[in-house]
C-alpha cells in the first residue's frame, strides 16, 4: 500500500523531511527557514511540545526546532505553536538523525535538548536508544563552541549510559545541571513526560555539558 503524504495544513509549524528536501533544497539554513538569524535551539523527540511552546514564549529572541518521528505528536505540538501564531518555533516531522546528519550546518546550533528519551526497555530493543555515540557525534559536530546540550529522563540506567558517553567526552565539559523547582502551575514544567513522572513521583535525572572550543 502506498504511503499517504502528510497533510499541509499546519505549514509552516509542522514540515516533514521531505519537504525540506523539496522546499529547501535539503539544508536548514537558519536565517532563510527562521527568517532571522538568531540563535537556534533543538528539541530532539519534542513530544507534544511543552518545552518548544513555553521555551519559544519565554524566548522570543531564540528560534526552536522541534524533532519528532511521531507525526500525530509532532502535529500536536506544531497545533499549539499555530494558535500562538508563534514565530520563532516550528517543528520537524522525521527521524532527527537524517536531519542531524545531513540538513544541519556544522555549528550552527546553539543548544540541543534532549527531554526523557525513549528507554526501549528490553534489551533486544536498546539498539534504537538515541542517545548514542554516534547520536553524540552528531551533536558535537553541530553545536557552536560553548553550546549545551541538555538531557534529562527518568530513568536511572539509562541516564547512566547518558553520563557514561559525556562525562568524559573529549569533546564537552559536565556542567552543574539546573536544580529542581517546585512548579507553580500545570504548565511549569520543562516537559509533558517531566510533568507526568514527578506526579507519579519519580525521580528525574538531569544532564548538562557544554560544547568545548573547537
Ligand atoms: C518519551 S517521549 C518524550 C517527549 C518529550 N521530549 C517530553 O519530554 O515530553 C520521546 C519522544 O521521542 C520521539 N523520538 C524517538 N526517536 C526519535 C527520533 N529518532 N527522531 C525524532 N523523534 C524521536 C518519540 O516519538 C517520542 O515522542
Redesign the pocket.
Given at each position: 500500500m502506498q504511503k499517504m503524504p502528510p497533510p499541509t495544513d499546519l505549514k509552516p509549524y509542522f514540515l516533514v523531511l521531505e519537504d525540506i528536501d523539496q522546499e529547501y533544497g535539503g539544508k536548514l539554513d537558519w536565517p532563510v527557514f527562521f527568517g532571522n538569524d538568531h540563535e537556534v535551539e533543538l528539541?530532539?523527540?519534542?513530544?507534544?511540545g511543552?518545552?518548544l511552546f513555553r521555551a519559544s514564549e519565554t524566548r522570543p529572541g531564540t528560534n526552536f526546532l522541534g524533532?519528532?518521528?511521531?507525526y500525530r505528536?509532532g502535529r500536536r505540538s506544531a497545533r499549539r505553536l499555530q494558535k500562538q501564531e508563534r514565530q520563532n518555533a516550528r517543528v520537524l516531522g522525521?527521524?532527527?538523525?537524517v536531519a542531524l546528519d545531513r540538513m544541519i550546518e556544522p555549528h550552527s546550533v546553539s543548544a540541543i535538548h534532549v527531554?526523557?528519551?525513549?528507554p526501549w526497555w528490553k534489551k533486544r530493543h536498546r539498539r534504537r536508544r538515541?542517545f548514542t555515540d554516534e547520536f553524540v557525534g552528531r551533536c558535537a559536530r553541530l553545536l557552536k563552541p560553548g553550546g549545551y546540550l541538555h538531557s534529562w529522563t527518568d530513568v536511572e540506567e539509562y541516564f547512566g549510559v547518558i553520563s557514561g558517553i559525556m562525562d568524559h567526552h573529549e569533546l564537552f565539559t559536565k556542567e552543574e545541571p539546573p536544580a529542581e523547582v517546585l512548579p507553580e502551575h500545570d504548565m511549569d514544567y520543562q516537559?509533558?513526560?517531566?510533568r507526568k513522572k514527578r506526579k507519579d513521583g519519580w525521580e528525574i535525572f538531569r544532564g548538562l555539558w557544554q560544547r568545548k572550543a573547537l
Open positions: 528539541d530532539v523527540g519534542c513530544g507534544r511543552l518545552f524533532m519528532e518521528i511521531d505528536e522525521g527521524d532527527a538523525n527531554y526523557f528519551p525513549d538515541i516537559t509533558s513526560f517531566e
